[in-house]
C-alpha cells in the first residue's frame, strides 16, 4: 500500500488521559501536516513537519498538543489530559519537496483517526 | 490571512440536472484543490488546479479556477446518486498549509 497509514482509525479516551495517534507518509515524502475536523466542519490546519523538524505549528493549540516527526519511524501527533472537546476527525497528509507539490503533485491524505473523549 | 469561502454549504439536487459549487479565496495563489468525502472517511482528491484558467474534467465533475478573480468553480452534469458527498476546497499558502473551505453538503434524490 503506497497510501498515508493513519493508526488507530479509531481511538477512545477517558478524559485526562493521553492520545497518540500515528502517521506514516507515503514512501519517500518527506513532508507531513496534521489536520483537524470537528464535527460538521471543514479541516483545520494543526502542523507541518520535515523529518525531526517542525515547520509550521501554527495551528497547534498552545497546551497539550505536541507533534514530531523522527528520523526513523512515524509522526506522532500526541495530546496529553485530553477534554471532550478535543473529540474530533484528526488527518495526516503528505507531500514530496517543494517543487513537485508545486508542480500538481497535491497532498495524500490518509484514512484519519476518530478520537472519542468520553 | 487566508481565507477560503465556499458556497452553497448544502445543496439539493436532483438527478439530470447540473450545478455549480463556487469556492472564493482572499490572497494571491495559483494552487486549488478540490477533495471529496463521504461520510467517516478520508478525503478523496479531485482535481488540482494550477494556473489561471486551469480547467479540469473527470466524468461530470468539472473544476476551473480564475486566480484574478479569486474564483473556483466546481460544475456537476447531470447529477446522479453517487455523488452525493461532501466536497471541498483548499488553497495552498505557499507555505505547506491547505486553507480548506468550510464544505458544501450534497444530496442527490431522484
Known amino acids: 500500500n503506497a497510501g498515508v497509514m493513519q493508526n488507530p482509525r479509531h481511538l477512545v479516551r477517558r478524559r485526562g488521559q493521553e492520545a497518540r495517534l500515528r502517521c506514516s507518509p507515503v514512501k519517500g515524502h518527506s513532508h507531513v501536516y496534521w489536520y483537524r475536523q470537528l464535527p460538521e466542519e471543514g479541516l483545520k490546519f494543526m502542523v507541518y513537519l520535515q523529518k525531526e523538524n517542525i515547520i509550521d505549528e501554527s495551528g497547534m493549540p498552545k497546551e497539550r498538543f505536541s507533534a514530531e516527526f523522527p528520523k526513523e519511524g512515524p509522526s506522532i501527533l500526541r495530546i496529553q489530559q485530553v477534554v471532550r472537546g478535543d473529540s474530533a476527525a484528526y488527518f495526516c497528509?503528505?507531500?514530496?519537496?517543494?517543487?513537485?507539490?508545486?508542480?500538481?503533485?497535491?497532498?495524500?491524505f490518509g484514512s484519519g483517526t476518530r478520537l472519542t473523549v468520553v | 490571512e487566508l481565507k477560503v469561502e465556499q458556497n452553497p454549504l448544502f445543496l439539493s439536487m436532483q438527478e439530470g440536472k447540473n450545478y455549480t459549487i463556487y469556492c472564493n479565496y482572499s490572497t494571491t495563489s495559483d494552487r486549488l484543490y478540490w477533495y471529496r468525502q463521504d461520510p467517516g472517511k478520508s478525503l478523496e482528491s479531485l482535481f488540482v488546479l494550477l494556473s489561471n484558467g486551469a480547467v479540469k474534467q473527470e466524468g461530470r465533475l468539472m473544476a476551473s479556477l480564475d486566480t484574478k478573480a479569486r474564483l473556483s468553480t466546481l460544475h456537476i452534469t447531470a447529477a446522479v446518486h453517487d455523488l452525493s458527498a461532501t466536497y471541498f476546497c483548499a488553497v495552498d499558502d505557499s507555505w505547506g498549509k491547505l486553507q480548506f473551505g468550510a464544505g458544501t453538503q450534497v444530496v442527490v434524490t431522484p
Open positions: 497528509a503528505s507531500s514530496p519537496g517543494h517543487q513537485e507539490r508545486f508542480s500538481g503533485y497535491g497532498y495524500t
